[in-house]
Every structure is written in C-alpha cells, then in structure tokens.
C-alpha cells in the first residue's frame, strides 16, 4: 500500500479557511527563516526532514557546491490531508 494513499487529490477543494491557515504557516516559516541565523538553523532543523547533502560539482571548467535537502510537508503545513 502506498503511503501516501491518505492524500487528498491535487484536485481536492480547499476552503478559503484552509488557504488562509496554509498561508499563514508558509509566512511564518519565511520570517523564521530569513531572520537571526541562530533562529534560521533551528527552522532548518525542524523543516528539513533528511539532512543537507552538499556535493562538489564541475560544469564548464569551474567547480561549485550543489546543496540538496528534503522539506518535510507535514513541518511546513500541519499535516495537510492527514
């Protein structure tokens, strides 16, 4: 069975209610995360729900950082569909 059978469908009608809650939830990870660093670290901790991966990368000769995380929905929306 698939774990995310419980799932509304994309198509699934919110009410403006629900908008607006979700809404507000995204708003206040945005202010959490772009205020005091000390504060960002901590919502990263509680958003991310696998750690960062940073992999090294070379593309037209130059070197860079490729960083990669998971966002856990259930942190970022209450668990929505649940």
């Known amino acids: 069975m698939c774990p995310r059978a419980n799932l509304q469908p994309a198509t699934a009608?919110?009410?403006p209610a629900e908008t607006r809650k979700q809404i507000l939830r995204v708003q206040v990870w945005r202010s959490l995360l772009t205020g005091?660093?000390?504060?960002?670290?901590?919502g990263f901790?509680?958003?991310l729900s696998t750690p960062i991966l940073c992999t090294p990368f070379v593309k037209n000769g130059r070197r860079g950082l490729r960083f990669e995380g998971r966002i856990g929905?259930?942190?970022l929306f209450g668990g929505v569909g649940n």
Do not use: E, I, Y
């Open 73 to 75: 929905a259930d942190a």
């Open 13 to 15: 009608q919110r009410t």
């Open 36 to 42: 005091d660093v000390a504060q960002a670290r901590d």
């Open 45 to 47: 901790r509680q958003l």
